[in-house]
């Protein structure tokens, strides 16, 4: 499985992102599909996860901001980032569950700053 990663870039303050994960194959037998981001120096976090039941869990630092939404048809995941801060700066990476195998895109940079 591939997972491609795509829609970082730079961003000013209080703008908005829209990163997409484009899997090689069906993401319907995926229990959960998710983003994970990486600062510098810093561990990967978890930024938001969707089940393939649609269920979706956020981490505190983006609730309200952020949401993610998977569509099978097309084989892709969303993160849509409104109002994003200096601290939303990371290297984003996508990522794939299933039958105890995990996957990972290549990690698409975002930047968010004036």
């Known amino acids: 499985v591939q997972l491609q990663a795509s829609g970082g870039g730079l961003v000013q303050p209080g703008g908005s992102l829209r990163l997409s994960c484009a899997a090689s194959?069906?993401?319907?037998?995926?229990?959960?599909m998710g983003w994970y981001r990486q600062a510098p120096g810093k561990l990967r976090d978890l930024v938001a996860v969707?089940?393939?039941?649609?269920?979706?869990t956020y981490a505190d630092s983006v609730k309200g901001r952020f949401t993610i939404s998977r569509d099978n048809a097309k084989n892709t995941v969303y993160l849509q980032m409104h109002d994003l801060k200096p601290e939303d700066t990371a290297v984003y990476y996508c990522n794939a569950h299933r039958s105890g195998h995990n996957y990972w895109g290549q990690g698409t940079q975002v930047t968010v700053s004036s």
């Open positions: 969707i089940t393939n039941g649609e269920t979706t």
């Open positions: 194959e069906s993401i319907f037998s995926f229990i959960i």
